[in-house]
């Protein structure tokens, strides 16, 4: 079974600082791999997602990731954070685009903004 | 377009009791996935429905269970309700199901 490791469960960055979140995915073949965020009491906004061609992919809200196979790596970047981007962020793989499959996600990475 | 709708967005139950929680997807979607999460478990995949039909189900017991009807909303109802049920349950949609998946804003339930 496929599965999604988000190392850090708490990141702290200053706002306009570089940010990268990491996440490492366990699966047998390419998956489609997403980054959703979470605001408190909100539902899930896609951020970005991969499902083949260019590894590295652009997103809404400035944020970009890669993917890399060798690594089973999928990490989020963005070279400036804003105080507004303080939430919780969820990494997901599927077998296609989730559907009838459903989406495994990590457990999430708490975003944290100082001024 | 309207994005995906939940309701009722706040629920209180108690311990036994039963509950259903409604989803309707973007216009034109015709696939419809739930999902539990909890601070313990996190983002869990409970089931997907399409045309009706349900295609896949996670690992919930049977007290679980949903339904879909022909303008493709979703209705999920949870019987003899636990504490352990207490989560915000997410619906999501997506054109056929295996595509992009879009979240809505979820229902708190709180079981007493």
């Known amino acids: 079974a496929q599965s999604v490791t988000q190392p850090d469960i708490h990141i702290t960055v200053s706002e306009g600082a570089s940010l990268e979140l990491r996440c490492n995915y366990s699966?047998?073949?390419?998956?489609?791999l997403f980054w959703y965020v979470q605001s408190p009491g909100q539902g899930l906004q896609l951020l970005l997602k991969?499902?083949?061609?260019?590894?590295l992919v652009q997103g809404i809200k400035g944020f970009e990731a890669e993917f890399k196979r060798s690594q089973s790596s999928f990490n989020l970047r963005k070279p400036s954070v804003h105080w507004s981007d303080a939430a919780e962020y969820f990494c997901?793989?599927?077998?296609?685009?989730?559907?009838?499959?459903?989406?495994?996600f990590g457990k999430g990475t708490h975003l944290i903004i100082q001024p | 377009k309207a994005g995906v709708t939940q309701t009722p967005r706040y629920l209180i139950k108690t311990r036994g009791q039963q509950v259903t929680l409604s989803c309707s997807p973007i216009?034109?979607?015709?696939?419809v996935s739930w999902y539990q999460q909890t601070p313990g478990q996190g983002l869990q995949f409970l089931f997907e429905?399409?045309?009706?039909?349900?295609?896949n189900k996670g690992n919930f017991p049977g007290r679980f269970s949903g339904r879909q009807f022909s303008n493709s909303r979703s209705e999920m109802n949870v019987s003899t309700l636990e504490l352990g049920d207490s989560a915000l349950y997410l619906c999501?949609?997506?054109?056929?199901?295996?595509?992009?998946?879009?979240f809505g804003p979820g229902t708190r339930l709180t079981v007493l």
């Open positions: 999501a949609s997506s054109l056929l199901g295996g595509d992009t998946q879009y």
């Open positions: 699966y047998g073949a390419t998956p489609y």
């Open positions: 991969y499902f083949s061609g260019d590894t």
């Open positions: 997901a793989v599927g077998l296609s685009g989730g559907g009838a499959d459903g989406l495994t």
């Open positions: 216009s034109g979607h015709r696939s």
């Open positions: 429905y399409f045309s009706e039909t349900q295609r």
